[in-house]
């Protein structure tokens, strides 16, 4: 058996030394690497045969990779390496790790040609200037021979513990068995759609509903098609820490019920939760952890994968890497990164998949790895990916950048930053309103930051021990309007919203505008990262309708859709629709009596635990001030701004099987999904919104690019992104097939046949067949016809 790995994974693993060290940052982005490994291509011979696939063999290891470039007629092998910046600040052990890589493949075209010697060359082409600066060195074929061979008797013992776990792992995973006693109802069909998209190597859409043990449902499932389908890893991503935790949770059942099970799983944690220097930058001269990182690696690996080498699960959650690193003395955030290569299941947010520079992602284009994915409630993935390639510049960080010391002590900074400025008051003088989209991202203004950028670079690679955080801030958020600038196309628009004189409307000191790329529709990046993939299932409980989820969020055309059929019943919830009451915006002031009387007529029918959802905190603190008044023999308690974890874990313990009162929350926050309230503790809900987002000028910008890009502006933008809060949050009332409860929709507008259609069917609510869908008039904008739903899969 032949263990396969590349050539950068196997430098990475044997010639990585010395200190942690991010100053030479940062890298290009990925397309200025494509287009700079095209340029040095270009620059070279009719000859020249660039993106040269190779490969070779040492014992029981598989070495493949592609060189950047070869020149017969000059017998030359190119490393091409795109950065920014000073080339003579690059730290030695990045230089020694380039040289690893190149004479790597110096030996393994030496064996494909036949060759005696070679010219190796780094090949560092400066992305800003287009100047190359070229590090030769003639090498015989034996030398680099042996070079590899050492390389590969570093790794091998490391190839052959891997070997051997992933062995074990599968037959182990083959082995496993349902960790409870039978499938909840609906858990066994989702369970067996997530097998079969696994094994026909395809993306799922599953809607599921509340209740059912989704996480495990799809977990058992995929874990037990990783041996047929020859899957590498398995991805978890989560847009909450309440879902990773689900899935750690999930994973530590099937440990308990399979104690032998040798599966690795890797929590992956956001930097500022895992640095235990936050004031210190990530390199040696700074930080402890950082100096002779790589030095400590090994042994720091070794004793985190060997947690469960003796015959069990290897738990790598964030307390038992951070235990390993501290006891290894190296940075617990880039040991779980550096452990990630190395797990079976890595659970973590949606980001260290999705982002552009996601880390998963990269491990899994650089390895060439098979993997799976798992996106939990899916239906946040939409605007968790706007905001991922959305990129804003407020003014208040350019003035604190031109502010810090560092701008009064050096004056290229400060006259960066002045160019930007100036550039930026131009613009706002240009601007005739206080809200405007642009078909481009202003040139002059592009251009000086990108120039800011290059500075900024320089300056940070020239000083690396003072620290600037009101720079650093502003450099980071330029360096990614920037990127996305370069990225822009019709998925995103241009626009610059000035602040207003609340009195009077006009437009405040120019230069004050907040400068934005707004992602509208995520699914051109989404897109290739699914595609990346062997297999991925998105699951929810509220996907509907999936067209919509499929092209905001780039499903293949080819993709499955499952609709999990509900194990509660009708009888369980009753859904009232208060047809009196309109909660528009012009009529909130008359709705405030009856949803108060309504909401007092339910607590005296049923006493309880309640929630109240309402559209915003001031029309929350309308309606509680009022029933406080009217009604102050009920408790009631509040959602305030800005809640700490403290203040929401008290008020979710209001919640207890013998407490009674309403708990007052805004839809799309913090107690409207992915919170659990079982049994007494919840007995009903109440929503006085259709969750309908604002009508404002950004809105009306998306709902126009919508109708441009899939004919339903109105449904894109408003009506299927407030139903879906909707039905999360009546959602938190039957949690379990014996849970009884109510939910009242306090809106006119839920009688409409077109809302009744998009919430769950079995909740009775649904128009009768042949019903016509009324051409009526939801705030403002009529209704489009619903779109097709995608094809169902047979379970």
Same mark, same amino acid.
């Given at each position: 058996?032949?263990?396969?790995?590349?050539?950068?994974?196997?430098?990475?693993?044997?010639?990585?030394?010395?200190?942690?060290?991010?100053?030479?940052?940062?890298?290009?982005?990925?397309?200025?690497?494509?287009?700079?490994?095209?340029?040095?291509?270009?620059?070279?011979?009719?000859?020249?045969?660039?993106?040269?696939?190779?490969s070779?063999? #040492?014992?029981?290891?598989?070495?493949?990779g592609?060189?950047?470039? #070869?020149?017969?007629?000059?017998?030359?092998?190119?490393?091409?390496?795109?950065?920014?910046?000073?080339?003579?600040?690059?730290?030695?052990?990045?230089?020694?790790?380039?040289?690893?890589?190149?004479?790597?493949?110096?030996?393994?075209?030496?064996?494909?040609?036949?060759?005696?010697?070679?010219?190796?060359?780094?090949?560092?082409?400066?992305?800003?200037?287009?100047?190359?600066?070229?590090?030769?060195?003639?090498?015989?074929?034996?030398?680099?021979?042996?070079?590899?061979?050492?390389?590969?008797?570093?790794?091998?013992?490391?190839? %052959?513990?891997?070997? $051997?776990?992933?062995?074990?792992?599968?037959?182990?995973?083959?082995?496993?068995?349902?960790?409870?006693?039978?499938?909840?109802?609906?858990?066994?069909?989702?369970?067996?759609?997530?097998?079969?998209?696994?094994?026909?190597?395809?993306? *799922?859409?599953?809607?599921?509903?509340?209740?059912?043990?989704?996480?495990?449902?799809?977990?058992?499932?995929?874990?037990?098609?990783?041996?047929?389908?020859?899957?590498?890893?398995?991805?978890? *991503?989560?847009?909450?820490?309440?879902? @990773?935790?689900?899935?750690?949770?999930?994973?530590s059942?099937?440990?308990?019920?399979?104690?032998?099970?040798?599966?690795?799983?890797?929590?992956?944690?956001?930097?500022?939760?895992?640095?235990?220097?936050?004031?210190?930058?990530?390199?040696?001269?700074?930080?402890?952890?950082?100096?002779?990182?790589?030095?400590?690696l090994?042994?720091?690996?070794?004793?985190?994968?060997? +947690?469960?080498?003796?015959?069990?699960?290897?738990?790598?959650h964030?307390?038992?890497?951070?235990?390993?690193?501290l006891?290894?003395?190296?940075?617990?955030?880039?040991?779980?990164?550096?452990?990630?290569?190395?797990?079976?299941?890595?659970?973590?947010?949606?980001?260290?998949?999705?982002?552009?520079?996601?880390?998963?992602?990269?491990?899994?284009?650089?390895?060439?790895?098979?993997?799976?994915?798992?996106?939990d409630?899916?239906? +946040?993935?939409?605007?968790r990916?706007?905001?991922m390639?959305?990129?804003?510049? @407020?003014?208040?960080?350019?003035?604190?950048?031109?502010?810090?010391a560092?701008?009064?002590?050096?004056?290229?900074?400060?006259?960066?930053?002045?160019?930007?400025?100036?550039?930026?008051?131009?613009?706002?003088?240009?601007?005739?309103?206080?809200?405007?989209?642009?078909?481009?991202?202003?040139?002059?203004?592009?251009?000086?930051?990108?120039?800011c950028?290059?500075?900024?670079?320089?300056?940070?690679?020239?000083?690396?021990?003072?620290?600037?955080?009101?720079?650093? $801030?502003?450099?980071?958020?330029?360096?990614?309007?920037?990127?996305?600038?370069?990225l822009?196309?019709?998925?995103?628009?241009?626009?610059?919203?000035?602040?207003?004189?609340?009195? +009077?409307?006009?437009?405040t000191?120019?230069?004050?505008?907040?400068?934005?790329?707004?992602?509208?529709?995520?699914?051109?990046?989404?897109?290739?990262?699914? $595609?990346? $993939?062997?297999?991925?299932?998105?699951?929810?409980?509220?996907?509907?309708? %999936?067209?919509?989820?499929?092209?905001?969020?780039? *499903?293949?055309?080819?993709?499955?859709?499952?609709?999990v059929?509900?194990?509660?019943?009708?009888?369980?919830?009753?859904?009232?629709?208060?047809?009196?009451?309109?909660?528009?915006?012009?009529?909130?002031?008359?709705?405030?009596?009856?949803?108060?009387?309504?909401?007092?007529?339910?607590?005296?029918?049923?006493?309880? +635990?309640?929630?109240?959802?309402?559209?915003?905190?001031?029309?929350?603190?309308?309606?509680?001030?009022?029933?406080?008044?009217?009604?102050?023999?009920?408790?009631?308690?509040?959602?305030?701004?800005?809640?700490?974890?403290?203040?929401?874990?008290?008020f979710?313990?209001?919640?207890?099987?013998?407490?009674?009162?309403?708990?007052?929350?805004?839809?799309?926050?913090?107690?409207?999904?992915?919170?659990?309230?079982?049994?007494?503790?919840l007995?009903?809900?109440?929503l006085?919104?259709?969750?309908?987002?604002?009508?404002?000028?950004?809105?009306?910008?998306?709902?126009?690019?919508?109708?441009?890009?899939?004919?339903a502006g109105?449904?894109?933008?408003?009506?299927?992104?407030?139903?879906?809060?909707?039905?999360?949050?009546?959602? @938190?009332?039957?949690?379990?097939?014996?849970?009884?409860g109510?939910?009242?929709?306090?809106?006119?507008?839920?009688?409409?046949?077109?809302?009744?259609?998009?919430?769950?069917?079995?909740?009775?609510?649904h128009?009768?067949?042949?019903?016509?869908?009324?051409?009526?008039?939801?705030?403002?904008?009529?209704?489009?016809?619903?779109?097709?739903?995608?094809?169902?899969?047979?379970?």
């Amino acid at each position: 058996m032949t263990y396969t790995v590349a050539v950068r994974e196997l430098c990475e693993f044997t010639a990585k030394q010395g200190d942690l060290d991010l100053r030479f940052t940062p890298a290009p982005t990925a397309l200025e690497g494509m287009a700079g490994h095209a340029v040095a291509a270009a620059r070279r011979g009719a000859g020249y045969r660039a993106e040269v696939a190779l490969s070779g063999s #040492y014992q029981t290891l598989q070495v493949r990779g592609r060189a950047d470039g #070869y020149d017969p007629e000059r017998q030359r092998i190119d490393e091409v390496k795109t950065f920014k910046g000073r080339l003579d600040r690059q730290p030695a052990s990045h230089r020694a790790l380039h040289w690893a890589q190149a004479k790597v493949y110096g030996w393994l075209l030496c064996q494909q040609e036949q060759l005696a010697h070679i010219d190796v060359a780094l090949v560092y082409l400066d992305v800003g200037t287009q100047q190359e600066t070229v590090f030769t060195q003639r090498c015989a074929a034996d030398d680099l021979r042996q070079h590899f061979e050492a390389q590969c008797q570093r790794f091998i013992a490391w190839a %052959a513990q891997q070997m $051997a776990h992933r062995t074990a792992r599968d037959a182990a995973l083959t082995a496993l068995t349902f960790p409870f006693g039978g499938f909840r109802t609906g858990q066994r069909p989702l369970a067996e759609a997530v097998y079969k998209a696994a094994t026909a190597g395809c993306c *799922l859409l599953a809607q599921a509903p509340t209740g059912i043990g989704k996480t495990m449902g799809t977990l058992f499932p995929l874990l037990k098609a990783v041996p047929a389908q020859q899957i590498d890893k398995v991805f978890f *991503l989560a847009a909450k820490t309440s879902g @990773r935790q689900t899935a750690l949770d999930a994973l530590s059942r099937l440990s308990d019920r399979a104690p032998a099970l040798p599966l690795r799983v890797l929590e992956l944690v956001a930097r500022d939760k895992a640095c235990e220097h936050p004031g210190n930058a990530c390199h040696g001269e700074s930080c402890p952890l950082a100096q002779g990182f790589y030095d400590r690696l090994p042994a720091a690996r070794a004793a985190a994968v060997a +947690n469960g080498e003796a015959g069990g699960t290897a738990a790598l959650h964030q307390a038992q890497v951070r235990k390993v690193a501290l006891q290894h003395q190296v940075c617990p955030y880039y040991l779980s990164q550096e452990i990630a290569r190395w797990a079976d299941v890595v659970v973590g947010d949606y980001n260290y998949y999705f982002d552009l520079g996601g880390l998963l992602h990269g491990l899994t284009q650089a390895n060439q790895w098979r993997t799976a994915l798992l996106v939990d409630e899916a239906h +946040n993935l939409v605007e968790r990916g706007r905001k991922m390639y959305t990129a804003e510049l @407020r003014p208040a960080a350019l003035a604190e950048a031109r502010r810090s010391a560092t701008a009064a002590r050096h004056a290229p900074v400060k006259k960066a930053l002045d160019k930007v400025r100036r550039c930026w008051v131009a613009l706002d003088k240009a601007q005739a309103s206080a809200y405007a989209v642009h078909d481009t991202f202003p040139d002059k203004l592009l251009a000086a930051l990108q120039q800011c950028g290059s500075t900024l670079t320089e300056h940070f690679t020239d000083h690396p021990t003072e620290p600037d955080a009101a720079l650093q $801030a502003f450099y980071f958020d330029a360096l990614h309007l920037v990127h996305m600038a370069e990225l822009l196309g019709a998925h995103s628009m241009v626009d610059i919203t000035q602040p207003t004189h609340s009195y +009077n409307g006009k437009a405040t000191t120019p230069g004050d505008s907040t400068l934005c790329i707004r992602n509208v529709v995520p699914a051109p990046f989404l897109q290739p990262r699914l $595609a990346a $993939a062997h297999t991925s299932t998105l699951f929810s409980a509220t996907l509907q309708p %999936a067209r919509y989820y499929a092209d905001l969020l780039g *499903l293949p055309a080819d993709h499955w859709w499952v609709d999990v059929e509900s194990p509660f019943h009708a009888a369980q919830l009753q859904v009232q629709v208060a047809r009196h009451i309109s909660t528009r915006f012009p009529h909130r002031a008359a709705s405030l009596h009856p949803i108060v009387a309504l909401m007092a007529r339910q607590f005296q029918a049923r006493p309880g +635990n309640y929630l109240a959802f309402f559209s915003s905190y001031d029309y929350l603190q309308q309606v509680a001030a009022l029933f406080a008044q009217r009604h102050p023999e009920v408790p009631h308690w509040c959602q305030t701004r800005r809640m700490l974890e403290a203040e929401q874990r008290a008020f979710l313990d209001r919640f207890t099987p013998t407490s009674q009162g309403i708990a007052f929350a805004v839809l799309g926050g913090a107690f409207a999904e992915g919170i659990d309230l079982p049994g007494k503790r919840l007995v009903g809900a109440f929503l006085a919104t259709l969750g309908l987002p604002q009508i404002n000028p950004v809105n009306e910008q998306i709902r126009e690019r919508m109708h441009a890009l899939f004919g339903a502006g109105y449904d894109y933008t408003y009506l299927y992104p407030g139903l879906q809060k909707v039905v999360q949050a009546a959602g @938190r009332v039957i949690r379990t097939p014996s849970d009884e409860g109510v939910v009242h929709l306090m809106d006119d507008r839920f009688g409409h046949a077109q809302v009744r259609a998009l919430l769950p069917h079995w909740w009775g609510l649904h128009p009768r067949a042949g019903t016509p869908v009324p051409r009526q008039d939801l705030d403002g904008h009529a209704p489009l016809p619903l779109p097709r739903p995608a094809s169902k899969i047979s379970i």
